[in-house]
């Protein structure tokens, strides 16, 4: 079945970049998505890439795919303190749901 | 515009009892799935309804069950609680089934004691 692995800690210092990484199983995924989760909140979606594509870039979110090695990266540049908080990584399942990975927690110290 | 929008946002529930949580997706959207996050991990798919419709269903036993009315609202509806249902229920909306946005309400918090 489909599976989703993420390291589950990271710690950066405010105005570093941090790099998250994902694997994943399912070759048959359409989309790949990255959501943020704050305490006690739901999940933000943050940004996807279509499966065709290598990169993509919005503001400070750089994401990464590397198809063949099933392997997506979010790359956040000039980390702040307010993007502390958990990301997930997820894949779709033809559409129906989702897939998500354990989440890696990011911790921006100062 | 409102997103979406779960209730209660907490319960404490008795093992044995049943439960049912209410979610109300973004105004024309017509898809609704449910997840389940466990305290550290990431949410598991249990349902999805389309059209009032189930479309999807996760890996969880028959207690768990849901629907969806007329006007695309849903219930998760679960019986005879166990301790191990304790988790944040998160109810997502898209406007299809294979939609590339979905969109997260804040999640009801249920607890089983």
């Known amino acids: 079945g489909e599976d989703v692995e993420q390291s589950l800690f990271l710690s950066v210092r405010e105005g570093d970049s941090s790099v998250i990484n994902c694997t994943y199983t399912?070759?048959?995924?359409?989309?790949l998505y990255w959501y943020k989760q704050e305490p006690g909140a739901g999940l933000q979606l943050l940004t996807y890439?279509?499966?065709?594509?290598d990169m993509k870039q919005d503001q400070r979110l750089t994401v990464l795919l590397n198809k063949k090695d099933k392997h997506l990266s979010l790359r956040i540049a000039d980390t702040q303190t307010g993007d502390s908080a958990i990301y997930f990584c997820?894949?779709?399942?033809?559409?129906?749901?989702?897939?998500f990975g354990p989440g890696t927690r990011l911790s921006v110290l100062p | 515009d409102a997103g979406v929008t779960q209730s209660p946002t907490h319960l404490i529930k008795t093992r044995g009892q049943q439960v049912t949580l209410r979610c109300s997706p973004i105004?024309?959207?017509?898809?609704v799935s449910w997840y389940q996050q466990v305290l550290g991990q990431g949410p598991q798919f249990i349902f999805q309804?389309?059209?009032?419709?189930?479309?999807g269903r996760g890996n969880f036993p028959d207690r768990f069950s849901a629907r969806q009315f007329p006007n695309y609202s849903s219930e998760l509806n679960v019986n005879a609680l166990l301790l191990g249902d304790s988790a944040l229920y998160l109810c997502?909306?898209?406007?299809?089934?294979?939609?590339?946005?979905?969109?997260f309400g804040q999640g009801t918090r249920l607890t089983v004691v």
């Open positions: 997502a909306s898209s406007l299809g089934t294979a939609d590339t946005e979905a969109f």
């Open positions: 399912d070759s048959s995924s359409t989309y």
């Open positions: 890439i279509f499966s065709n594509m």
């Open positions: 997820a894949e779709d399942n033809y559409g129906q749901n989702f897939v």
């Open positions: 105004s024309g959207h017509k898809s």
């Open positions: 309804y389309y059209e009032k419709e189930e479309r």
